[in-house]
């Protein structure tokens, strides 16, 4: 059923929104592309003129295309080889959504994103409605085929499977970046103290290279083990051994969050998550699986 330019025109109004919720919910900018897509076709071969509320209809449509895509990425990833890490985002991409909040911005911080693959689909669903959306609970039992009261239940269970014990510290953009280019001035500066300074002492480095490059397949532990395995793997000479080409390392914004971005040729080829806590650094997620990195490196 073709669409006319008015129903052209209010899907592609509900685009962002779509896919700032698909992004939150798979932890992948591509899927979150490729469900929102589907979404349209949905809504192409909808009876439309039956619909009375497009925008309900549109994120109830997108969150079963989610829900679907989510119960197949639990079987890929037990075949993933090495740790697996969501897809980094730069500030600015209209795939991060609403930032207004501190729970906006801590809902797709990569440290929650990652944690949300401790979720069962509906929870992690019925968590970013609410948390990142502000959908009511009514709300979000109409889209999930659920009562209120299970609705209410379920997000209590998905918050207490995302607590970690940490207090996370809340920081906006100009505050992420300092603590980015501090970060990044220690790692070139070979002190090895000045960076465990920066990192709480029980800080864990999880890396993510699919498979596709070198990346450790176990987690660091503790400031003094990570400082010094940052101090050698980022020192210039190290990196542009490694690819074969010059290395530039910069200090960025990525997912609301500091992070250490590596270029070459004009191409990411790793991104450094800094979490940030009240005691300091107290994880690093490095992302260095080449197909995690295009759109990152579409807006560098």
Known sequence: MSLSSREVDLFERSRGRLEAIAYRMLGSAGDAEDAVQDTFLRWQAAAREHIETPEAWLTRA???VCLNQLSSARARRETYVGQWLPE?????DRMLGPAETVEQRESVSIAVLALMERLSPHERAVYVLREAFGYPHAGIAEILDLTEANCQQIYRRAKQHLATGRSRRAIDAAEARRIAEEFLA???SGDVDALV???????????????EVPARTTPIVGALAIARFVRSSLRPTVAERFVGAEVTLHAAVVNDGPAVVAVTGGRVIGVISLEVTADGIAALHIQANPGKLARVTEHW
């Open 88 to 92: 980094p985002v730069l500030a600015g």
């Open 62 to 64: 997108l969150t079963n």
């Open 197 to 211: 300074r920066q990192l709480a002492g029980d800080a864990v480095s999880v890396a993510d290279g699919g498979g």
């Open 186 to 188: 220690a790692a070139l």
